[in-house]
């Protein structure tokens, strides 16, 4: 997995329990690394796992929340240092929508050997999309916090059921209905 | 906890960072070394596809010259074997000429005739392999220069009707008034090719004028010059028509089973014609006859140049100066040739005077002793090119006589030379003797250089004559729209020639159709009723024409009753007609 998620993660710790806590938590949670990581790197998806439990175990707050807050998280670090892909975006539909045909086509060109999880899509109406989100990374929270911050974004919102996907372990369907559209006022 | 400063960071957090770093730091260096050998890889890779590149245009510039020095070659073979070939059978056609001028005795005149008809087959079928070779290897050059197509038909004319085919055939010449006296062309192709066209018409017509019709139309390259060569021949079926064009292909046919040839004529045509950009066809109705026509584009030449002696420019026959007394010199090392182009002189009743090669013909010439001079172009000591240029430097333009070469040699390749040095006319051997007389009349009628005028172009031989009833009882029997088309192309007399030709060969015909009734040869009596239709159809008797599609048909009329009958109407069609004769 990418270092930058690391590096991110343990940035939103940073900013919500200040770094002597996070120190604390990352020196006990058993890294293999002692918790040094960098954005160029690659590292096992167990550790990220490892850090969320253990900052979890620290605040009482349940890993799946943690997941979903990185979610949000991730994706201002995203608009911030990416704004490539979002430029020609209207609304959450449209970002997701351009998750596999566009924005990890450019990811594989510069990291050919990155695991990258699958996003398919299909517009089940105008404001309905049925998305299946295909990993072997147990982040399935994360990715609904993503969503959510897309959401909010693009100024919509909407109502997201989740369910698991018969026969396939490592998918999940998020089933996406706006309640409001994107904003003409951005 | 003790108070650290907010901007201080504890050591933990520092090593971290270093570690991190080094991490950062190792993994930059692996990258930057995986991108250096990409690098050199792709140099490499690339370096050896540019030695493949040049490996490559290496071996096809040397396939290329190989194919170059191939054709070069061929082209070379070719025009060695047309010397080869040409030379001896020029003076076999030569002394087979000699022979039966002298000839008295009928049966061996016969076998002369034989004899020098295979040799003009032979002759032709050379030139014919001969040009299409030229074609295939690309050396046939195409020249521009100023034509006159009413003499080069006129000259095409003369000639098919000097042949045993053409012998007894009226060939005629119908140019409009469109068509530009002086054009830009390739004379010779141009001649060539209506030559071939009736040459065809000629053998594949037993009767019926051949008629040669040209007319100009606007183009965006000046004009669009069409040339139609129409025959009341034999035709083509229509299922045939599109093999014509295509190399080694006849028509076979009754007539055709006898005619001998390459089958290459009309493809060469073709090559030929759309090499200088034009266009062929043909349109034609089995049992009456065809028309073949040409298109090119040409480019108007407004004022005559001066000396145009190419085009054989002459404006009518009759000003064609008389050879008889004037004074040749011959310059021709084989003594063969020397004998055969003396006897032709003599036969012209020239006065000949011959040099054994092109250095004693330098000594011998004087302006004043001669009024033509024939040189052969390869020769000892001399040749022919180069005796020219000495004659040309001795003396001025004006008191020079026509000089005109003989070759045997392919004409492309030494015409060129030719016309450098001051040489006229280059002529090809072999050459039939009415060819060479009318060639050197052309020649002297040329001399002196005459500034051309500009007025009356040289219509058509023929001024259509007024028709008169009394004088052609015949045509009365004509439908009136045929009769006044045919008078377009015919002169009453020659109508009216045609017309007793016509009545003559179908009483035979009608016998033969009664006799295929008889013996039940429906096959038989259906063709000859056929070509019965046809003709009788072109000169507009139109019952005739009628009946014999019955006969055709096999279905007589119903007030005749019998096809037997019906031919017997014919007949007595064709008696009343006779009688008027």
Known sequence: ?186 | MNEEPADRVSRRRYQREQMARQEAEALLEQKSRELFLANEKLSAHSTQLEQRVSERTAELQTALERAEAASTARSRFVATMSHEIRTPLGGMLGMIDLLSMDETDPAKKELLNYAKTAGVGLSRIVNDVLDFSKMEAGVFVFEEESVDIRALVESVRILAGSNDKGANRQIIAKIDASVPKLFLGDATRIRQLISNLISNALRYSTEGPIIIRAQATPHPKDALLRVEVEDFGVGIPEDKLSDLFKDFSQVSNALTAAAQGTGLGLAICKRIIEGVGGKIGVQSIPGVGSTFWIELPVEVVALPASNQNKTGSLEDSDSLESLVGKRVLIAEDNIINQKLLLTYANRMQLNAELAENGRIALEMFSPDKHDLVLMDVAMPEMDGLEATRRIRQKWSDRELPPILALTAHVMDAIEEEATLVGIDTVLSKPIPFDELKLALETALSRKPRKVETAAAPAETPSEDAPASGDEAPLLKLMSPGAVDELLQMFTVEDLSDLVRKFVLDSSLRIDRITAAIDEGDEDAMSKEAHSLKGSSLVLGFTEISEWARQIEDGKPSPDSGSLGETANRIRNKLQDMHALL
């Open chain 1, 1 to 186: 997995m990418k270092g930058t998620i690391f590096v991110e993660l343990i940035k939103m710790a940073e900013d919500a329990f200040g770094e002597d806590t996070v120190d604390d938590v990352l020196d006990k949670a058993d890294l293999e690394n002692g918790g040094a990581f960098t954005a160029v790197g690659n590292y096992p998806c167990s550790e990220l796992v490892k850090i969320v439990v253990a900052f979890s175990e620290h605040s009482g707050i349940s890993p799946e929340d943690l997941q979903r807050k990185f979610g949000h998280w991730i994706m201002d670090h995203f608009v911030e240092n990416y704004p490539g892909f979002f430029k020609d975006k209207k609304d959450t539909f449209g970002l997701l929508e351009a998750v596999d045909g566009e924005i990890h086509v450019e990811v594989k060109k510069l990291y050919p050997d990155a695991e990258l999880p699958k996003f398919t899509t299909e517009r089940i109406a105008e404001d309905h999309l049925e998305m299946v989100y295909t990993s072997p990374r147990p982040l399935v929270e994360f990715c609904h916090g993503m969503i959510e911050a897309s959401l909010e974004r693009f100024n919509e919102a909407a109502d997201i059921q989740r369910c698991p996907v018969a026969a396939q372990a490592d998918s999940a369907k998020f089933d996406i209905t706006l309640t409001k559209k994107a904003g003409k006022a951005a």
